[in-house]
């Protein structure tokens, strides 16, 4: 069966470190996502992408960067891991044309201490 | 910007109870709108899709409808059992195909 998964399932890393999580689809979907979720936020969307070599931003992108260099795969890095990243961080992908499903993952639990 | 709105935010019924999940959104022109569920610590998983050009899904206890004019989703559990008790999230789509979620119904079912 097609699946999405996220590893790790739970960081905990120091203000300042490069953290990377990732992001692994085997439904040959095009569109990725990334989401954070956050108690009294729900899901907001970090960074996408629509294909290989295509990135864009979400609406809390500050601090985070992807890129996409397959179709299977989307890392998530954080550059300079701040408290306030500290969240649960879901990957999702979805086909294009219309029927869009969207598929997440299991979740990433990431502390910053 | 688009807006998901989820009313209740919370809800507890005793077990057998048909139910009723709220959800609206402020910008018409919606791609399609998906229903999802969570339980504590895991994933969303999804639930059912409608797309733009429907008015309702159903998957065996549930049933969704989309009135997009009113901009208004509604999710119905039938007879409601202790194992519906989770979140259950909405979400709308644009054509760009990113999701814009609301901030869930927190549903206990009671025994």
């Known amino acids: 069966d097609a699946e999405i998964t996220q590893s790790p399932r739970h960081k905990i890393t120091e203000t300042g470190r490069q953290v990377t999580l990732a992001c692994h689809q085997t439904?040959?979907?095009?569109?990725m996502f990334w989401y954070r979720q956050d108690l009294g936020h729900g899901l907001r969307l970090i960074h996408y992408?629509?294909?290989?070599?295509?990135?864009n931003k979400g609406e809390v992108s500050d601090g985070y960067s992807v890129s996409r260099s397959n179709t299977e795969d989307l890392p998530l890095t954080l550059e300079s891991a701040a408290s306030s990243q500290t969240s649960v961080y879901f990957c999702?992908?979805?086909?294009?044309?219309?029927?869009?499903?969207?598929?997440f993952g299991q979740g990433t639990r990431l502390t910053v201490v | 910007k688009q807006e998901v709105t989820q009313i209740p935010a919370a809800l507890s019924v005793p077990e057998g109870e048909n139910l009723v999940l709220n959800c609206s959104f402020t910008?018409?022109?919606?791609?399609?709108l998906q229903w999802f569920r969570q339980d504590p610590g895991k994933g969303l998983t999804s639930l059912l899709l409608?797309?733009?050009?429907?008015r309702e899904q159903t998957s065996g206890r549930l049933n969704a409808s989309l009135d997009k004019s009113s901009g208004r989703s509604t999710l119905y559990i039938a007879a409601s059992q202790p194992g519906d008790s989770a979140t259950y999230l909405c979400a709308v789509s644009e054509w760009t195909y990113k999701y814009i979620f609301g901030t869930g119904t927190r549903l206990k079912v009671l025994a």
């Open positions: 439904w040959n979907h095009n569109n």
């Open positions: 409608i797309q733009s050009s429907q």
């Open positions: 992408s629509y294909g290989v070599q295509d990135t």
């Open positions: 999702a992908s979805s086909d294009s044309g219309t029927n869009t499903e969207a598929f």
């Open positions: 910008d018409s022109a919606i791609y399609n």
